[in-house]
């Protein structure tokens, strides 16, 4: 089959730095053919390195009928309408994370998209990060008994400085890292939110919008998830940790580290209302834990740019659906309100 005929819109950290590289090393299944940019030497860069189309206005790039797939990467204030813009052209449509810093903007695309020809696909890549792929199948064997609180944290100290950190370009690091996060969450927690508690700080960046993001969510499951981003913690914790009645995991996004009783060689404990006679305090049973050390490698490791491929060909719809998306976008939305609260999902 022949290669997607690529435009790109954007090209920055993400539309040069991450993208436009990983498309030109797939050269079986995408071609970038066109590049938008309002700054002219990133044009000419794109231009003069993959011999395509290089334009200043993205308006041209959409009227370009070479152009088949459309990647907006530019600043998070600007993917609804540009994306509404890109939809109108009839092109498939690949939108980066926020897909919108609103519901109200989450849903004018996806009205947009149900009555464009093309697919809208949500660029929330590290749906398929290794790590997050491999504690997910771990834990769907039971290693650790049934999962009562996962606890998500990308942590580190930054005094950053860029547009990011500006709320009028839709900085900060709900929208910036939340929708990676809180996709994450929402798949762990496995099942309609009960609750959920969210707080948003300001701690070492410079600018107005967050840079440390604290939200955790409570399922009709039980389940609790605690996630946290932050550009203000100095000393942070692993990316995964997680209890379950059996045991424990954390994972470092290398290794991943599990401590866990079997089942089988477990008696029954049940609680006794007596005064206890040794003085003691806890069960003093002597618990055989195994401990193991696992490479954190997935089994069925899925590639977002071939899950792009396959779902613009029609072979595979592609693995995270636009209300998961709008799911993220909702979480993003209540967080930024800052309030404890029962909230009303139905979904
Ligand atoms: N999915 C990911 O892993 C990931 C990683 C990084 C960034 N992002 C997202 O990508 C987006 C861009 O972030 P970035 O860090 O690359 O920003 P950036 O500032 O480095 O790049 C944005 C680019 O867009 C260009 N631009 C701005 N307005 C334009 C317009 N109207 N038409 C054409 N070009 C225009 C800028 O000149 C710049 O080259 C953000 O929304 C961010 O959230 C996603």
């Not at 939809?87 to 919108?100: D, N």
């Not at 100095?234 to 997680?242: F, S, T």
């Not at 045991?247 to 008696?267: I, M, S, W, Y």
Request: with cysteine; hydrophobic share 40%; net charge positive.
């Amino acid at each position: 089959m022949a290669p997607v005929r690529t435009g790109i819109i954007g090209l920055g950290r993400a539309g040069w730095g991450m993208i436009a590289s990983a498309l030109g090393a797939r050269p079986e299944e995408f071609k970038i053919v066109a590049g938008a940019d309002v700054i002219p030497g990133r044009v000419e860069r794109l231009a003069a390195e993959f011999g395509a189309e290089g334009y200043a206005d993205y308006r041209a790039l959409l009227a370009d009928p070479n152009v088949e797939l459309v990647v907006v990467a530019t600043r998070s204030n600007t993917h609804v309408s540009i994306g509404l813009d890109a939809l109108a052209s009839g092109k498939h449509v690949l939108l980066e994370k926020p897909f919108a810093l609103t519901l109200r903007g989450m849903d004018r695309l996806l009205r947009r998209a149900r009555r464009s020809p093309g697919t809208l696909i949500p660029r929330h890549n590290r749906r398929f990060d290794p790590d997050f792929v491999h504690v997910r199948e771990l834990l769907a064997t039971g290693v650790i008994g049934e999962v009562r609180e996962v606890k998500l944290y990308r942590h580190g100290f930054n005094r950053r400085n860029d547009w990011q950190t500006l709320r009028r370009f839709g900085g900060g690091q709900l929208a910036n890292w939340g929708p990676h996060i809180i996709d994450h969450a929402l798949r762990f927690l496995g099942a309609p939110i009960k609750e959920m508690y969210s707080d948003l700080q300001r701690i070492a960046a410079a600018g107005d919008a967050e840079d440390h993001v604290k939200i955790v969510l409570t399922g009709r499951n039980g389940r609790v998830v605690d996630l946290e981003i932050s550009g203000g913690a100095a000393l942070g914790d692993v990316p995964y940790r997680v209890f379950g009645t059996l045991g424990a995991l954390t994972c470092d996004g290398k290794k991943t580290r599990v401590k866990r009783l079997d089942p089988t060689r477990l008696t029954p404990v049940r609680a006794n209302p007596a005064t206890p006679r040794n003085q003691g305090f806890g069960n003093a049973e002597k618990l055989e834990w195994i401990e193991e050390e696992l490479e954190a490698r997935p089994e069925h490791p899925v590639e977002f740019w071939n899950a792009v491929y396959a779902a613009l060909h029609g072979n595979t719809p592609f693995p995270v659906t636009l209300a998961e998306a709008r799911q993220v976008v909702r979480v993003m939305e209540l967080a930024r309100r800052g309030t404890r609260f029962e909230a009303p999902f139905t979904e």
